[in-house]
């Protein structure tokens, strides 16, 4: 499986970007998709994960109203809407995705990643 991730930028507190993430390849095991981000300095973090079975979702308690995710199943694409954005939100944002069918926040449960989009939110 191989995950393309586009849509980062360089954007001012309060702007809005979208992420898309394109799953290509051996994708008709894949239940699980999430968004990670890594800013300089700082361990990778969990942002949002969907899980194709039954459409659940989860957000990290930092992004939590400002963010939604959302995807296409038939065209194994997942996107994150980010809303309000600070400063605070640069990071490198990474896609990832897993056989399992729940929504997990640790990095190490996810089998695929992509690499990466950089996002910059100036203040």
């Known amino acids: 499986v191989q995950l393309q991730a586009s849509g980062g930028g360089l954007v001012q507190a309060g702007d809005s970007l979208r992420l898309s993430c394109v799953a290509s390849?051996?994708?008709?095991?894949?239940?699980?998709m999430g968004w990670f981000r890594q800013a300089p300095g700082k361990e990778r973090e969990f942002v949002a994960g969907i899980s194709w079975s039954g459409g659940s979702t989860e957000f990290a308690d930092s992004v939590k109203g400002r963010f939604t995710i959302s995807g296409d199943n038939a065209k194994n694409t997942v996107y994150l809407q980010m809303d309000t954005l600070k400063p605070e939100d640069t990071a490198v944002y990474y896609c990832?995705?897993?056989?399992?069918?729940?929504?997990?926040?640790?990095?190490?449960?996810?089998?695929?990643w992509g690499q990466g989009t950089l996002v910059t939110v100036s203040s």
């Open positions: 390849g051996r994708t008709f095991n894949i239940n699980l």
């Open positions: 990832a995705a897993d056989p399992r069918r729940l929504v997990l926040r640790w990095a190490t449960a996810y089998a695929y």
